[in-house]
């Protein structure tokens, strides 16, 4: 339910309907879907903020809204007049006996059907793929994740600040820029990141986060790359490695069960299986690069693989069972059980493809994480196949200091360490959250600037930070789409932005 009426709106809002049963509204939307004939229309309206069953009866309208209900194709924009009643049977629990219907806007072939498209399809009409069901949910949930960041860090004191999206300054090496032509043969850059700027802000305000586009030329295609992303990015004076960390799990704990509270109706909608999200609760268990290559190389790591194989073999060969019987039942089916048929069979077979996918993937998966070499940084897979030991995110910490930035401390314990930490979520979702201790050594930050091959004069202004009051610094940040679908349980990052943007997708 919408938190206050909005006094503007002259109509009823779905998701307020709850307050109205009984009573006669006007609702404004779009067909979602419809259903019956012969005199009586079942009509799925959706406008935004929910769907629901409109009943249109021939009986109980006029001439002019029974041939609305009769020519409304899907998509046509209606405003529906009638009566709200409570009904446990119907889809989201209310239903409207139609008094009148009027089109605001008819529709015409419209593409996106209730069948299965291909993802290249539905990318290509994002534009109208983002008013289905599922996209409606991502996108709620989406914007829950956001307002919940923003309650974490506004309770806690920090002070959101916006870091510039033109720079002259890589952040995350030089590889992933954006460069652009800026004025007087100036380099520029899109922002990879607003840490540097960040910090900065932090020196000035104590506690900062920033939320922000970030974009990263990623020429390799994954499920977890966009080129254009959302980040948010805490940055604190006086924070060493353990409060980072400490500060990260409960930041995640918290978005995790905000948007478990609030979003039950999109959760259910998406049929994400919300059990390993109950468990997101800080503290995460903490483990060391090098504990992390031991667990990857262990016998435990290989036998999991082998056992992963032979369950999903198990659930694809019931899966096959389950779609033959349907087959047999489907001759002699009444019409609304075919349709229940035929959508669980798309389920089941895109499930099957999953499968059919991961089996070609797991003896690979195998093999990278039996042969992992101490120094590399950790794969898609490897990632997944470490989350496999615990029951709820997990916080890699101190990785080797080549495969990290130029800006984070060394361990004082081993130099070959940098104090750098990533969150790794469970269920294949890999690293959410990438953070750590900053370095505050003037001699040092100049040594690796020069080290990473990065022009000193465009860093002078970070490193006046370390000659004006300089102190122990921390911050991470997260990555605002692989944490909606994590969230979600969508596998790719491409269906948790608007519009996204890939190496292969600059339109809609
Ligand atoms: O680990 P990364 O590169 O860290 C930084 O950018 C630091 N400057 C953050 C900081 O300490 N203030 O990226 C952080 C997170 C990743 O964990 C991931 O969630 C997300 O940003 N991310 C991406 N998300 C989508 N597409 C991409 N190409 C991404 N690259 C990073």
Request: glycine share 6%.
């Amino acid at each position: 339910m919408s938190q206050t009426p909005d006094p503007i709106d002259d109509f009823t809002r779905i998701e307020d309907l709850p307050d109205h049963v009984d009573e006669t509204v006007t609702l404004k939307g779009w067909l979602h879907n419809k259903r019956g004939s012969k005199g009586l229309y079942f009509l799925i309206l959706r406008d935004g903020s929910g769907f629901v069953q409109c009943v249109a009866a021939e009986d109980n309208l006029d001439d002019t809204s029974w041939t609305a209900a009769d020519d409304a194709s899907q998509e046509a924009a209606l405003a529906i007049t009638g009566s709200v009643s409570a009904d446990d049977r119907a889809p989201g629990g209310y239903e409207i006996q139609v008094s009148s219907i009027e089109t605001v806007g008819s529709s015409g072939d419209y593409p996106i059907t209730p069948k299965e498209h291909g993802i290249d399809f539905l990318m290509n009409n994002r534009h109208l793929w983002l008013r289905s069901e599922s996209q409606w949910a991502v996108m709620r949930i989406r914007n829950r994740t956001i307002m919940a960041i923003h309650e974490f860090f506004q309770d806690r004191g920090f002070i959101q600040m916006d870091a510039p999206i033109l720079t002259g300054n890589a952040v995350e090496g030089t590889s992933t820029l954006f460069e652009l032509d800026y004025f007087d043969d100036q380099s520029a850059y899109l922002t990879q990141s607003g840490q540097l700027h960040g910090e900065a802000m932090a020196m000035a305000l104590g506690k900062i986060y920033t939320f922000g586009p970030t974009f990263r030329a990623e020429k390799s295609k994954t499920r977890r790359h966009l080129t254009e992303f959302w980040m948010i990015e805490p940055e604190m004076a006086f924070y060493d490695l353990d409060m980072d960390m400490e500060l990260a799990e409960q930041f995640v704990s918290h978005v995790v069960q905000t948007v478990l509270a609030d979003c039950k109706a999109e959760l259910e909608t998406l049929q994400r299986d919300t059990e390993a999200l109950e468990n997101v609760q800080a503290p995460f268990p903490r483990v060391s690069y090098d504990e992390a290559v031991d667990i990857l190389r262990s016998d435990e790591t290989a036998e999991m693989i082998d056992e992963r194989i032979e369950s999903i073999k198990q659930e694809k060969e019931d899966l096959e069972t389950e779609k033959e019987e349907n087959q047999k039942e489907r001759g002699q089916a009444k019409k609304w059980r075919k349709r229940q048929i035929d959508q669980r069979e798309i389920e089941i077979n895109k499930r099957i493809d999953e499968i059919e996918e991961e089996l070609r993937n797991l003896p690979d998966w195998k093999e990278s994480a039996q042969t992992f070499e101490w120094g590399n940084d950790f794969g898609g897979s490897d990632e997944t196949v470490l989350t496999w030991h615990y029951d709820r995110p997990i916080i890699v910490h101190r990785f080797p200091a080549k495969i990290k930035a130029f800006y984070m401390k060394r361990d004082p314990e081993d130099d070959r360490l940098a104090l750098g930490m990533d969150v790794l979520a469970p269920e294949g979702y890999g690293e959410i959250v990438g953070g750590g201790e900053r370095a505050t050594d003037l001699d040092f930050l100049e040594e690796q600037i020069e080290a990473h091959g990065l022009p000193q004069e465009v860093f002078d202004w970070y490193l006046d930070l370390r000659k004006f009051g300089s102190v122990p610094h921390s911050g991470f940040g997260l990555g605002l789409e692989r944490t909606v679908s994590w969230l979600c349980g969508r596998e790719h990052v491409r269906e948790t932005i608007p519009f996204p943007r890939t190496i292969g997708r600059l339109h809609p």
